[in-house]
């Protein structure tokens, strides 16, 4: 990607972000109406507003207008394939969860999230989080993650007990028992365990104030955006073994390697030997 479309991209992210935002932020703290989507891992409660399918919409029509041949992943409107079949080398793809954390958004909680990523059809080559009611805009690329436009790092936490560690819900949302057991080995290990959050976790441990965060069960567009955050601070992010997350499934992501590689290998433990 050249640098010159690089920038592009970054300052479309800016716009669509924007749009999301005039229309999230009129709905937060309102009474507003939720449905239920139906189960998803161990809750039979997935709760979608108009707000979330309102702003998917916003934001998919200023990605059609703008790059008509780039292909769209959403959570509220699926997928779109725009691009053509043929003589394609650079297969663009917008990832993009209109509000990360609908739990908390109608429970009133300013901790979820619009999250956009910009995916080649290699690699994530950059992500945003828009946290529009806190004003704060996380960004990353290659080069680095920032807030509001300052530069963000992960903390140099080594050692799983100098560890602040966090998952969105240890009860409801791994994909399986043996992930949920997985976690808490790991969980019982460190000085500090803090739940609940979904993608503002990803961000705190960008920006030096958490050092892990494990999951899974998660979909492409929970966690593309976050990538990139979680690099260009400084932090390793991977799946569960030790490959690329930008699928979902398993994820753990975490300040340093030796922190990371401290954390998979429990994460990988064997029931029997996990003592």
């Known amino acids: 990607m050249h640098d010159k479309n690089f920038k592009e991209y970054c300052e479309f992210m800016h716009v669509l972000a924007d749009a999301a935002a005039k229309v999230t932020l009129p709905h937060f703290r309102k009474n507003i109406q939720t449905t239920n989507k139906g189960p998803k891992l161990n809750s039979d409660f997935d709760p979608v507003t108009i707000a979330d399918k309102d702003a ?4 998919r029509t200023l990605i059609k207008q703008k790059y008509p041949d780039h292909d769209i992943l959403g ?3 699926g997928e779109e394939i725009n691009a053509p079949h043929k003589n394609w080398t650079e297969r663009f793809k917008w990832v993009i969860d209109p509000i990360d954390g609908t739990r908390s958004y109608i429970t ?4 979820w999230g619009t999250l956009i990523a910009l995916h080649d059809g290699e690699r994530v080559q950059v992500g945003m989080l828009d946290q529009p ?4 805009r996380y960004i990353g690329t290659r080069r680095h993650s920032t807030l509001n436009g300052q530069k963000i790092n992960t903390s140099t936490c080594e050692n799983l007990s100098d560890a602040i560690i966090s998952t969105t819900c240890p009860l409801q949302f791994f994909a ?3 992930d949920r057991k997985a976690f808490e080995r ?3 290990k460190v000085k500090l365990m803090r739940n609940g959050y979904d993608c503002y976790a990803y961000v705190m ?3 030096g104030h958490m050092d892990i965060v494990i999951e ?3 979909e492409p567009y929970d966690i593309q955006a976050l990538i990139p955050i979680i690099k260009g601070a400084g932090g390793v992010i991977t799946n569960w073994q030790g490959g690329p997350a930008d699928q979902g499934g398993q994820v753990i992501a975490a300040a340093t390697e030796k922190l990371h590689a401290q954390a998979l290998k429990i994460l990988n433990m064997k029931e029997n030997n996990s003592v």
Do not use: N, T
């Open 216 to 218: 899974s069960g998660l």
């Open 56 to 59: 998917e919409k916003a934001i």
């Open 108 to 111: 009133g909680i300013p901790l």
């Open 133 to 136: 009611y806190l004003k704060e």
């Open 176 to 178: 399986s028992p043996d």
């Open 186 to 188: 790991v969980a019982a």
């Open 205 to 207: 441990l960008a920006s």
């Open 75 to 77: 959570e509220e409107g």
